[in-house]
């Protein structure tokens, strides 16, 4: 893994939650069990993952084993999903620990580069949310392509063949995908069917 430190991803990673806490209030009851991209999880269980995400970003920020912390949560409700990625935001205002390395599933990284890996799988699971539920899947033009920067350097396409690597082989973006479903094939979703030719 590079040791490049990247952009502050702060303001990111404020967008990304505030995105995808947005889309969490307006799941209905009538979409938990609904089927999404990612093949694991339906809705209710990918709410849940979004809620495990943001208790690993206030770990990671506390200096706690990331890997200790459940990627699954017991709640799938927007309220928690807000509180945590809040109480995350406010640990990570240390400048310091954006240059401090640390350990994560796809490998060792600067924290920056932790907390932008965070981003780029709140952004790609918000879309994933998004596309299921029946939500526009596209989020701020900037915010997408500048996640997907950064995704690029710090987890590559050729870094994918590693069973280690949370993450399937890159897919092709349709001519026409916007910059959120394009980050989201670089994780390796597909788009179709979820998206409209």
Known sequence: MTNTQPADPRPAYAAATQWVGELLAHVRDDQ????????????????????GTAHRAIALAAGDDVLAVPSIDEHHDAATYIDATGRAAALW?????????VRVPW????GAGALWGYVNETLVHGWDLAVATGQTAETEQALAE?????AGQFI???IRADDEVPFNAVVEPRPEAGATERLANWSGRKSAPWTRA
């Open 156 to 158: 590559p396409a050729e």
């Open 107 to 110: 490998g060792e990284v600067p």
């Open 93 to 101: 205002s240390d400048d310091a620990k954006l240059t401090a390395p």
């Open 146 to 150: 500048a996640t997907l920067a950064v």
């Open 32 to 51: 938990l069990d609904s089927p999404t991209p990612c093949d694991d999880f339906d809705v209710r269980m990918l709410a849940r993952h979004l809620n």
